[in-house]
């Protein structure tokens, strides 16, 4: 049997959800890997640091056939002290960084999820190409700050614009801008 047009089987729908299975979580060191070494050449070999040992993973995570596939993007979070809370290393393959919103999709999980487990306030260290994104998003610059050498703006998240969610393992599906929604 063979196919003639192997997109049918492409799903246009990305999962959101906290990383847990070993492919997912290969597959979000691969992603940091590739942005911040091998694009943006911040870190020599590897973008791993302590805060990895205690930060929860979350990814976007592509479709094949409506099955998961490939994490498409990544970020991290962490409870830095009591109620505060820290996202960092937000990363999306640069084949899916058109669609505009997968970014968005993950800040929007990172910040529910920290909220969901008792967060009072949302920090994160923006690279300044991403500052206007968040400020869309409902967060606040705080001050310019260098990060491993490169200049990013420290800003705060509106806890008030993410509604608390308790469990991040069963996420959400996110449509594909271009698949129109079934009324």
Not at 9 to 38: C, H, M, T, Y
Not at 114 to 141: E, I, S, Y
Request: with cysteine.
């Amino acid at each position: 049997m063979s196919f003639q047009n192997p997109r049918i089987f492409l799903s246009p729908d990305f999962i959101i959800r906290a990383a847990a299975k070993p492919w997912e979580l290969n597959g979000v060191e691969a992603l940091r890997r590739q942005v911040f070494v091998d694009e943006q050449g911040i870190f020599k070999d590897h973008d791993r640091d302590a805060i990895d040992a205690i930060a929860m993973p979350l990814a976007a995570i592509s479709t094949l056939a409506s099955e998961a596939d490939q994490v498409v993007g990544t970020v991290r979070i962490h409870e830095e002290a009591p109620r505060l809370w820290r996202g960092s290393r937000l990363a999306v393959t640069e084949s899916h960084r058109r669609m505009g919103r997968l970014g968005a999709e993950l800040i929007r999980l990172a910040v529910c999820t920290a909220h969901g487990r008792g967060c009072d306030r949302f920090l994160a260290q923006v690279q300044m190409q991403n500052v206007r994104l968040f400020k869309r998003l409902h967060w606040t610059p705080l001050q310019e700050v260098n990060v491993h050498g490169v200049p990013h703006m420290e800003m705060e998240a509106d806890l008030n614009a993410y509604p608390a969610i308790t469990d991040p393992f069963v996420g959400w599906k996110s449509l594909s801008p271009h698949r129109k929604r079934s009324a």
